[in-house]
């Protein structure tokens, strides 16, 4: 079986990537158990590594009877990505919250991820072939109060809504309160705590990386149940 991890951090080896690492370390795990003999294939992708934009408008993937019909053709970084997509069992999407919203780099991945599949019809059809079981892992300096005060629970329900809207309800872990700088009296900060960021994260983090591990194992199950669904 092939999983994806889509990393929509910069920072390779911080909250988000660690979150993601663990999720892969679930599914791992599960399969291990749950199919000894079956073999794992998992790719890692650092979004900022690459290059690529969002989608440019051609339509390609919209031309009634066109080569590039329900795919897209953007021939850069992302499209061999998007093509392995296409037979992967499943992928898990990280990012932090930059100004309320994902980053920039996983949006236009996203408008990649969606767009193409999705038909202008009355009914919302999707075109994936491949209905693979999506997780979102989203990390954030918010506390869940203030999360829950804000406006990014909107934004990410549309975010989600997308993807649910062409490959079945994602997967969700919202990590709150992380820890952002190395060294918080190297910065100017007069609003977080370091005291607080350093026990938050020595206590809290670990329940986080356990979640994301969890998310990893659901996954991996789903995946397994709709490969089998297949195969029936
Ligand atoms: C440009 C930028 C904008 C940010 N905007 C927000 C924000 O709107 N809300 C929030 O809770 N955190 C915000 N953050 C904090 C990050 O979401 C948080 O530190 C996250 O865990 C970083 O993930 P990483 O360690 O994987 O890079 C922002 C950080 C940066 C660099």
Do not use: W
Not at 207 to 221: K, P
């Amino acid at each position: 079986m092939k999983f994806y991890v889509v990393n929509g951090s910069p920072r390779k080896n911080r909250n988000t990537a660690q979150l993601l690492t663990k999720s892969l370390e679930g599914i791992n795990d599960t399969i291990k158990v749950e199919l000894p003999d079956e073999k794992i294939k998992v790719k890692f992708f650092n979004l900022y590594k690459l290059k690529y934009t969002g989608c440019r408008s051609c339509f390609a993937c919209k031309r009634i009877n066109g080569k590039h019909y329900g795919h897209c053709n953007i021939k850069d970084d992302l499209k061999p990505i998007l093509k392995g997509l296409e037979s992967a069992d499943g992928v898990v999407l990280g990012s932090p919250i930059y100004l309320s919203d994902v980053t920039g780099q996983m949006r236009s991945f996203y408008e990649r991820f969606i767009f193409p599949y999705l038909v202008y019809d009355r009914e919302a059809s999707s075109l994936a072939s491949n209905m693979l079981p999506v997780g979102c892992i989203y990390t954030m300096n918010l506390t869940k109060q203030q999360y829950d005060e804000s406006e990014v629970p909107m934004v990410l329900d549309l975010f989600e809504n997308g993807i649910e809207r062409i490959y079945g309800k994602p997967y969700s872990l919202k990590v709150f309160d992380t820890y952002q700088f190395k060294d918080y009296s190297k910065y100017k900060n007069e609003i977080f705590n370091p005291e607080h960021k350093i026990k938050r994260r020595e206590e809290h983090f670990p329940i986080d990386l356990q979640n994301a591990y969890d998310l990893g194992r659901s996954l991996a199950l789903d995946a397994m149940e709709r490969k089998l669904n297949c195969n029936i």
